[in-house]
């Protein structure tokens, strides 16, 4: 017994994409923030705001993975934003250690110098940044670095795209084509199917070739025109990421081949007339699923092979895992997708493709859950980066949405449990009709035999009419008999589409009220709406900085720099001070103007007890960021009235909590320090 789909128009589809749209634009607001790089400046010498009495030789940069760096990866600029290394890079990595230093110029000047760098992390994402350290004492800068972050931008935003629309290609084309395959072969013969795994076809081809161009502007230069440069591609060629994405358009050209076969050759063997065909059709469906499945993994291999499962600890273990959990996405989300289509799109679907696809999208979820909870334990890697990173709350989110998404196929794993028994129920009702109702049968076909005895006694008389008609109007006997011949030929054929038409209308009517098919539509759709959600949880999780990794990073700086909030605008504290001489009770006021890290000016107001400005023969300032080993940063003011100190080019290298300590002396021997925590952006 066959189901038939709905034919409600594309009303609902149309539903159900601008609920998509609208939670999709959610998404990524809330999380468009969140993205990071995956592999993690760990240390560098000399170290980020470091003041050395010498001028180095060379600059070393450590990272937590395997990095790739390219000519002008790093630069180091003095205080007038001149270049001073050698511009050669070299691979200083030993042992599990990724080092890469570059040599200065000889015979440095005191200041303070910039190193700016960037480079791309083994799993391809891009990533950048700047430190300063100064020799002899800090000093004023022009140094200008890039203020975007690396692989952001509108290419950023661009490639990102890409990649949520590839991984919507991939779904669509394994899926749907799994769905035919292995739930319902009936349905390589219907259009709408056929349309929707050939646009994933497309969508996912198209949107390599896009991935391709926009790689070299991503890990490069940002700039959008720089796509179609040919020496750019060329470098992304040898990269691993450019091996990966040209790998994957071989492969889809294999894809395509199976693609016709699945819906030519396969399609026409609907229903083998014989036992050879029937042998022949046992073979051809053998020889899909075997090369299907491989296309299909060496596709999502392409993706295991350039992203999160080849850097880290198991790579081994870890690409096979990743193949098989983006396969069982497909498996699961595509077919969901090729379900909705064809209870939508198709004309009919049997109850059993839709109660095997129950039981192959049960099996998805669980190898979903086997190997996500490995990858789980492998990215995040301790309680504590499950809740306190980026990438340890998007996979709480997550999981939240495949819970829900599972609770919505229980649902609808119930409906078609519903309508396997009403069909158990139907069957046994007709048989009990044909065995017990036989006489009334045979009156029906009677009837239906009078019927057709009219129709064709209508036929022949109009047929008479016609031969009459020409007759009289001089025409011969034979083209009359010709024409009387061809017109019963047409009116027949039109009576038998008639009745095909009345027929299928009459049992669609009967499907659409069904209850349980309509409470299987609805279920399936909100299945869809969430996994299109997913997806795009999915897609931000697989650019966001690991939790494991997260963790190595805030240890090795100790945390401060990442979560020291930052002030909303100038430093303005008031301290008192008693240095135990005559005179030596009053307060200081600090202002430090902008208050964040790089150029400030700092200004000392000195007050005695009666709140007017005392003046005092030497005030000096520091300032020091435990947490990276940063200072002291000595800061000598100079006396700008009674009372009233000032500093006009405190350096600041980077945001954080600092330790500013003040030492004011009031006689030639009563001083005293004041020490404050301040909070700098």
């Given at each position: ?9 594309s ?152 990649r ?128 299907g ?24 273990l ?10 069982a ?41 086997v ?53 158990d ?23 239906d ?6 129709a ?10 016609e ?5 009289e109007t ?11 011949v ?58 966001t ?40 009770k ?61 500093a ?33 952006g």
């Amino acid at each position: 017994m066959t189901a038939t789909a709905s034919r409600f128009g594309s009303a609902p589809l149309v539903r159900l994409l601008l609920i998509a749209t609208v939670l999709l634009g959610t998404v990524f607001t809330v999380l468009s923030g969140t993205a990071s790089a995956h592999a993690a400046l760990t240390g560098s010498t000399p170290e980020d705001g470091a003041v050395v009495a010498t001028a180095p030789k060379d600059i070393s940069l450590t990272f937590s993975e395997q990095v790739a760096m390219g000519d002008d990866s790093i630069r180091v600029l003095d205080p007038d934003s001149k270049r001073v290394d050698a511009g050669k890079i070299r691979d200083l990595s030993s042992g599990g250690t990724v080092t890469y230093g570059i040599d200065l110029h000889a015979g440095l000047p005191d200041g303070t110098y910039t190193v700016a760098w960037q480079a791309v992390s083994a799993d391809s994402h891009p990533i950048s940044g700047a430190f300063t350290f100064s020799i002899g004492a800090p000093s004023t800068t022009t140094a200008a670095v890039p203020s975007g972050e690396a692989g952001g931008g509108l290419v950023g935003t661009l490639y990102d795209i890409a990649r949520y629309i590839s991984y919507a290609g991939f779904i669509l084309l394994v899926g749907g084509a799994a769905f035919v395959l292995g739930c319902w072969p009936r349905g390589a013969s219907v259009r709408p199917l056929q349309r929707l795994v050939v646009q994933g076809w497309l969508t996912l081809t198209a949107a390599t070739l896009v991935l391709l161009l926009l790689r070299g502007p991503y890990t490069g230069s940002g700039k959008l025109g720089d796509a179609f440069d040919l020496g750019g591609l060329q470098d992304v060629l040898a990269t691993k990421t450019g091996a990966a994405l040209v790998s994957r358009l071989l492969l889809l050209g294999a894809a395509a081949l199976f693609v016709a076969v699945l819906f030519g050759a396969y399609a026409k063997r609907e229903t083998p007339r014989d036992e050879e065909e029937s042998k022949e059709r046992k073979d051809l469906t053998f020889g899909l699923a075997v090369g299907g499945t491989v296309v299909a993994a060496g596709i999502a291999g392409t993706w295991a092979l350039a992203e999160h499962a080849s850097t880290g600890i198991q790579t081994g273990l870890a690409m096979p895992v990743d193949v098989l959990h983006l396969l069982a996405v497909a498996a699961w989300l595509g077919g969901l997708t090729a379900l909705l289509v064809a209870l939508y799109r198709a004309p009919s679907i049997e109850n059993a493709a839709v109660r095997r696809f129950s039981r192959i999208a049960f099996i998805s979820v669980v190898v979903l859950a086997v190997t996500g909870l490995y990858q789980s334990w492998r990215q995040v890697g301790s309680w504590s980066a499950l809740w306190g990173t980026s990438y340890g709350q998007l996979l709480l989110v997550k999981v939240g949405l495949v819970a829900v998404l599972v609770g919505i196929a229980w649902f609808s794993r119930r409906w078609t449990e519903r309508l396997g028994q009403r069909t158990d129920e139907a069957g046994a009702t007709e048989a009990e009709a044909e065995a017990g109702t036989g006489k009334e049968a045979g009156a029906g076909i009677e009837a239906d035999a009078d019927a057709d005895a009219d129709a064709d006694a209508d036929a022949e008389a109009e047929a008479k009419a016609e031969a009459a008609t020409g007759s009289e109007t001089g025409s011969g006997t034979k083209p009359a008999a010709a024409t009387t011949v061809v017109g019963d030929s047409e009116r027949a054929t039109q009576l038998a589409r008639q009745k095909a038409a009345l027929a299928t209308a009459r049992q669609k009517r009967i499907r659409d009220a069904d209850p349980r098919r309509i409470g299987l539509r609805r279920s399936v759709l909100a299945e869809a709406g969430v996994a299109v959600v997913l997806l795009a949880v999915t897609t931000v999780l697989t650019s966001t900085e690991p939790g494991r990794t997260a963790e190595q990073e805030a240890g090795a700086t100790g945390g401060t720099a990442a979560t020291a909030p930052a002030s909303e605008g100038p430093v303005d504290l008031t301290l008192p001070f008693d240095t135990g001489g005559e005179n030596g009770k009053g307060t200081m006021r600090i202002t430090l103007d902008p208050g964040r890290s790089g150029a400030n000016a700092m200004h000392i107001y000195v007050d005695g007890p009666d709140g007017q400005p005392l003046d005092v023969p030497e005030v000096k300032a520091a300032f020091t960021l435990t947490a990276q080993k940063i200072g002291p940063l000595p800061i000598v003011p100079e006396r700008f009235a009674p009372g009233h100190w000032s500093a006009g080019a405190v350096q600041i290298p980077m945001p954080g909590e600092w330790q500013l300590q003040l030492t004011i002396r009031t006689s030639d021997i009563d001083q005293t320090t004041v020490d404050k925590n301040v909070k700098i952006g």
